[in-house]
């Protein structure tokens, strides 16, 4: 095992909520499974004696209070994955900011304080929506999980540092962002922080990028959502290219999970890179 303690965290959001074309206003439609699935992931981190970060989207913190109080009663921190799981840059400066408040007010009233790091949804800030760090600058966040250095069609901006480091926002004021994982190949960053890729890659892909980045003496960042460890969910028309990746080996994940867990110690990312919370 890596001497290296690393930082795991999930995204809180139920299986359905996934992808943008299905709209806040018809979640109600649709069969839960957040709970159960959670419950999973609480189970596996218990019993590697793991704690994270779990970025909550508002909506399930203002539906499944008591999910929210029990990750937090196991010692997970609790931060914000927005309210709506919309795409930053879909969103104006004035929706961002209320969703960010709604969001923070469910969890606050939950646990007691307030989440002091964001992720946003599908890593959606990027060159078109950097405005959303002085949002999260007003509304007392201390860190963001949200820029992912890699090429992808939804998300990146590759040119952004692989490690922690501090973005100035466009007023000046200063953010820390902590970056989810990539592994470095032939001058190109690989995405291997987990998400679709911790079932697309071979576990020893996973492996040896963590191993890369603790060698190096940096921590890592992993991220998965509780749909990935529930090959049962339905099976519902979306878009061909997240189909592809949203349903994609999901009976492998928890196996997975035992095997990261055993290769490498983690904790959450306050603990892990002394953020106060």
């Known amino acids: 095992m890596s001497d290296t303690l690393n930082a795991f965290s999930i995204d809180l959001e139920d299986w359905f909520q996934v992808f943008e074309e299905n709209d806040v206003s018809a979640w109600d439609s649709f069969e839960s499974r957040i709970e159960n699935n959670s ?4 189970d596996i981190m218990d019993k590697h ?3 994270a970060t779990i970025f909550a989207l508002g909506y399930i913190a203002e539906k499944y209070p008591g999910l929210i109080k029990l990750f937090y009663e196991r010692g997970h921190e609790i931060g914000s994955h927005g309210y709506s799981h919309t795409q930053i840059f879909r969103l104006t400066p004035e929706k961002f900011d209320t969703e960010l408040k709604r969001t923070n007010d469910a969890i606050g009233s ?10 946003a949804p599908i890593f959606s800030i990027v060159d078109k929506s950097f405005w959303a760090f002085d949002v999260l600058l007003d509304n007392g966040f201390k860190y963001d999980s949200s820029v992912y250095p890699v090429l992808n069609y939804r998300y990146g901006m590759v040119r952004s540092a692989r490690f922690k480091h501090i973005i ?3 007023s000046g004021r200063q953010i ?3 970056p989810v994982t990539t592994g470095r190949l032939f001058g190109v960053n ?3 922080a987990g998400g679709a890729y911790f079932r697309f890659w071979p576990y020893r892909v996973i492996k040896w990028g963590f191993n890369q980045v603790n060698k190096s003496g940096y921590p890592g960042v992993f991220y998965m959502h509780p749909w990935e460890v529930d090959p049962d969910q339905p099976d519902i028309e979306m878009p061909r290219r ?3 990746t949203h349903y994609h080996r999901l009976e492998s994940t928890l196996g997975n999970l035992e095997r990261l867990f055993t290769d490498f110690k983690f904790s959450s990312m306050a603990d892990v890179f002394g953020m106060e919370y």
């Open 242 to 244: 997240i189909h592809l």
């Open 49 to 51: 004696k793991v704690k």
């Open 190 to 192: 690989l995405p291997v």
């Open 39 to 42: 419950l999973k992931l609480i």
């Open 176 to 178: 820390v962002e902590i």
């Open 168 to 170: 100035t926002a466009e």
């Open 110 to 119: 939950i646990i007691g304080k307030q989440p002091i790091g964001f992720r």
